[in-house]
């Protein structure tokens, strides 16, 4: 029998209908998952039943895609190795990322087996101290944070992006390279099913990053891209209720919500701290190898982000 966590009445359900999860079968699918994994000569991976089922609950349990998705989640982590080889919930930078409740799991989802809602404050932090590269190797982190989640993996996950307090110099960070980074850590090695990201608040420039990031993701996700005017034009998409009480929500204060998150993460510090000895080793992959500019690369004239 597999060695993975129960899945919730609701959350069982939905992973046998939208997922095509057959109980008496995902024994059989991770063996045969594993068994590739051992034949790949480049590839360092997990090989636990738990981190391969949400790869294959992800790919709706396609074999060859969760393959596919598994070899780029390490392809892109060996070429973003400054990102991964820091990954210590405890080092000074993600530290002071978690202690303000930069990006929060939101505990209450609008049906039991509905997405995750995640909140993200990218205001809260000074531009002149954290830099891009800081950003996304904690958004890495976070990623597989939630990647624990069973209902990030089976429901889904939504994003709020809080844009109060954000500056230009917030957005300049965010050069086009940065941004192709993240979308392709969020589209593709990543086995979480993307249900939306609402952002609130916008500061004037956001639409040149927006725009970026639009052209970066394919046309399903483009279209789970929501940009609200104001906070209230969100809530036909994400009940107030929902979020936190500084937002008028039900979901407990951002204090707490910091706090839990925060213990949360150090209680799977070596989880994350075992991400170093993943990944792949391209001078043995079969055929071409995935490099940085295969992986990342765009088109010289688009690496400039003009901000009015």
Sequence with gaps: MANIRPLSEHLALKALK????????????????????GKQPHLRARTDDQFLVGFLRGCKYSLERAKKKIDIYYS???????????CDPLSDKNQYFIKQGFILSLPNTITPDGARIVLIRP???????????????????????????????????VGV?????VTVAHLVQFTPIYIK?????????????????HCVNA???FEAVFDWFKRFVNEKNRKRLYVHGVLENM???????LLPTEYGGEAGSLKELTVYGENMILKNRDYFMEESQY????????????????????DGSFRKLDID
Excluded at 18 to 37: C, G, S
Excluded at 76 to 86: A, E, G, L, M, P
Excluded at 235 to 241: G, S
Excluded at 280 to 297: I, Q, S, V, W
Aim: proline share 7%; with cysteine; net charge negative.
């Design 18 to 37: 939208e997922l095509n999860e057959v109980p008496e079968r995902i024994q059989e699918d991770l063996n045969a998952l594993r068994a590739w994994i």
């Design 235 to 241: 809530y036909k998409h994400i009940p107030q209720k």
């Design 181 to 197: 980074k993240l979308s392709v850590v969020c589209q593709d090695a990543m086995p979480f099913r993307f249900q939306g990201l």
């Design 76 to 86: 892109v982590r060996t070429n973003t190795h400054d990102y991964i080889s820091k």
């Design 279 to 298: 990944g792949t080793d391209e001078k043995k992959r079969p055929g071409r190898p995935n490099t940085e500019e295969t992986l990342f690369g765009i």
């Design 123 to 157: 205001g809260l932090y000074d531009p002149a101290k954290i830099t891009a590269t800081d950003i996304l190797r904690f958004a890495i982190l976070m990623f597989d944070f939630q990647n624990l989640d069973d209902q990030w993996i089976v429901g889904g996950g």
């Design 203 to 205: 500061p004037p420039g």
């Design 161 to 165: 992006l809080d844009l109060t307090n």
